[in-house]
């Protein structure tokens, strides 16, 4: 369906119900079309903990200071 920027400022609810429904939004500003609100894919929940187990080692030197010379570098020294 098609809207104007006013129509969806002033009704917001109606068009996202018609999304919630599945429709697609396409909003207008002077017979131009410029943005186009729809239905997500498939909603994200939260990731499972562990995924990327075993690809990679956190090397034990993670948190130690950096090198004064790579420090002066973020400085522009």
Same mark, same amino acid.
């Not at 119900?17 to 909003?27: F, K, M, N, W």
């Given at each position: 369906?098609? #809207?104007?920027?006013?129509?969806?400022?002033?009704?917001? &609810?109606?068009?996202?119900?018609?999304?919630?429904? $599945? !429709?697609? @939004? +396409?909003?207008?500003?002077?017979?131009?079309?410029? #943005?186009?609100?729809?239905?997500?894919?498939?909603?994200? &929940?939260?990731?499972?903990?562990?995924?990327?187990? $075993? !690809?990679? @080692? +956190?090397?034990?030197?993670?948190?130690?200071?950096?090198?004064?010379?790579?420090?002066?570098?973020?400085?522009?020294?």
């Amino acid at each position: 369906m098609n #809207a104007t920027v006013d129509e969806v400022e002033k009704h917001p &609810g109606e068009y996202l119900d018609r999304v919630l429904e $599945g !429709e697609t @939004v +396409v909003v207008f500003r002077d017979d131009r079309a410029v #943005a186009e609100i729809r239905p997500l894919k498939a909603a994200v &929940g939260p990731r499972s903990i562990g995924l990327a187990a $075993g !690809e990679f @080692v +956190v090397p034990d030197d993670f948190d130690d200071p950096l090198p004064g010379d790579l420090l002066d570098a973020f400085d522009g020294k």
